[in-house]
């Protein structure tokens, strides 16, 4: 059984894919340099669609741990008001935020869930911080190409579809591990 939020994942990082395979319809060889924005976008996207679905799942996971009808609760509404808090400061879900936010309010180390085919958690480990960087400076020096200038683009297509696929599956891998282990 998959979590809401893995279920609203999967249509939130539609956006990416969108937009790779707007890139893909406008590409020629060589590609103009005006629509390499798409894949840098596609890049933002998909790393906006791990955050909201880490906030939503540890939120969802929140929910369930502390119990229906402990909403009067004086110790349950401080425990939600501070993941609340918290998440008001989750900004870009590296590998060491992630782990964090999920020790601090369930005790698990969710980075031990991602091990899937050819990953095992320290790769993905690796891999998300990897993405996580590329999005940071994409999104704080754009990294936009100059016309004329024969340097590699930041976000090439297949790294993006990679990442977005990546994506996709620590999400799964992560879905999969809170569900066993609350």
């Not at 956006?15 to 890049?43: C, M, Q």
């Not at 999005?135 to 579809?161: C, F, M, N």
Request: proline share 3%; glycine share 4%; net charge neutral.
């Amino acid at each position: 059984m998959t979590s809401i939020s893995f279920q609203t994942f999967e249509y939130v990082i539609q956006d990416a894919t969108d937009l790779l395979n707007h890139f893909d319809k406008l590409n020629t060889n060589p590609p103009p340099h005006e629509i390499e924005v798409l894949k840098r976008s596609g890049l933002v996207m998909a790393l906006a669609a791990l955050e909201t679905y880490v906030e939503d799942r540890i939120a969802e996971a929140v929910d369930k741990v502390s119990g229906a009808g402990s909403e009067n609760s004086i110790l349950v509404k401080f425990y939600k008001s501070s993941l609340e808090n918290d998440l008001k400061y989750f900004h870009t879900p590296n590998t060491d935020r992630v782990k964090n936010i999920f020790e601090k309010y369930l005790g698990i180390n969710v980075t031990n869930g991602w091990s899937w085919n050819n990953y095992d958690s320290k790769r993905a480990c690796t891999e998300l911080n990897t993405i996580t960087k590329k999005r940071g400076d994409i999104a704080h020096r754009s990294w936009r190409p100059q016309e004329g200038q024969p340097v590699s683009h930041i976000v090439t297509r297949d790294e993006l579809r990679k990442h977005i696929r990546f994506i996709r599956d620590l999400v799964k891998a992560t879905d999969e591990f809170i569900e066993k282990n609350l």
